[in-house]
């Protein structure tokens, strides 16, 4: 029997319309284009401004564009993993609506939250399901409203993050194409340095809560700038030492984006050229969990059936790691 390899074998994505330029943040905070860009290579961001959307609707966006280029039957489709740290709600997993919204009727469904880690542990996670046997076809999701835990009065954040989402279908590969290896961390360290407060099991929402402020996102943003650095690096070498793979060996380095910075250190740790880099984060911010799709919505055509991608990413948590993934088509 020859061995199972989970290999995507398609993608699509979803970005709203809504662009949240530096110019308009100049008049939101006191900030400007130029110091924006050269601290974090952000121009623009996508923002869902549509009253009563949330997450879903970026899925669910995204899973649409997937089955449509694809022509694949969503009931097919045998799990949909959401990975995000927007849900539209508390207990009512999100997957779970956009599986029934898609008309992924056969699947099961359930959502992953690993901050910006989430779709790279998702990747892990599909992966397993497929190399199982039992399972032939894995929607993994990547989405995030952050605009929906922004505060855009406090210039450290709002300037950083934006809405977005894409999807991948993971299959089975009989040619040894797919996922190769993984590394995958965290630790609790992280916890107090990015962060929501409220809204929690510890601190419920409150009126006391609402009026503080306490249901934004808190960065300290040396700290986590600190950890991110070392730990993207690290990783990202130490998988490619792993798999006796040199600089020229890599194809295409797919990093969480962040932080323009922080993407070029864990570039320079692995000796890539800046031509192997993918980018996107001047279009579009941090998107968390669904960066990492939307490098291969965006990039799509560049890639070639043996490429060797190499995934990395780092988030609150602390959560990291990196994937290195053959890929299928």
């Not at 009512?92 to 099961?108: K, P």
């Not at 600089?247 to 984006?257: E, G, K, R, S, Y």
Request: charged share 20%; proline share 2%.
């Amino acid at each position: 029997m020859n061995t199972i390899t989970a290999a995507i074998t398609s993608v699509g994505g979803y970005v709203p319309d809504f662009v949240l330029s530096n110019k308009l943040l100049e008049t939101m905070v006191d900030t400007n284009d130029e110091w924006i860009l050269t601290r974090t290579g952000i121009s623009e961001r996508r923002l869902l401004k549509e009253s009563g959307k949330g997450t879903s609707y970026l899925a669910i966006k995204a899973a649409q564009d997937l089955l449509e280029k694809s022509k694949i039957d969503p009931k097919e489709i045998d799990l949909v993993i959401v990975a995000s740290t927007t849900p539209d709600m508390p207990v009512a997993a999100t997957a779970v609506f956009v599986a029934t919204q898609i008309g992924a009727v056969n699947a099961f469904a359930y959502d992953l939250q690993a901050a910006c880690s989430g779709f790279l542990f998702g990747m892990s996670t599909a992966a397993a399901y497929i190399e199982s046997g039992r399972y032939k076809k894995v929607l993994l999701i990547g989405a995030d409203k952050m605009s929906s835990i922004i505060d855009y009065t406090d210039r450290a954040t709002c300037i950083i993050f934006g809405d977005g989402a894409g999807a991948v279908l993971f299959e089975p590969n009989f040619e040894g194409l797919g996922i190769q290896d993984e590394i995958l961390k965290s630790d609790g360290i992280g916890r107090e340095y990015l962060k929501i407060d409220a809204g929690g099991s510890i601190l419920p929402a409150s009126k006391e809560t609402v009026e503080n402020r306490q249901h934004y996102v808190f960065q300290d943003g040396k700290t986590v700038y600190k950890y991110a650095v070392s730990g993207m690096a690290d990783i990202s070498e130490k998988i490619m030492i792993r798999n006796n793979l040199t600089n020229n060996d890599v194809n295409w380095l797919i990093a969480h984006q962040a932080n323009k910075r922080i993407i070029d250190a864990t570039a320079s740790r692995m000796g890539l050229e800046q031509d192997k880099v993918l980018i996107n984060i001047h279009k579009y911010g941090n998107t968390t969990s669904a960066t990492l799709p939307l490098l291969l919505f965006d990039f799509e055509k560049k890639f070639k059936k043996g490429d060797n991608l190499i995934f990395a990413a780092f988030g609150g948590g602390f959560t990291w790691g990196s994937i290195y993934l053959k890929w299928a088509y």
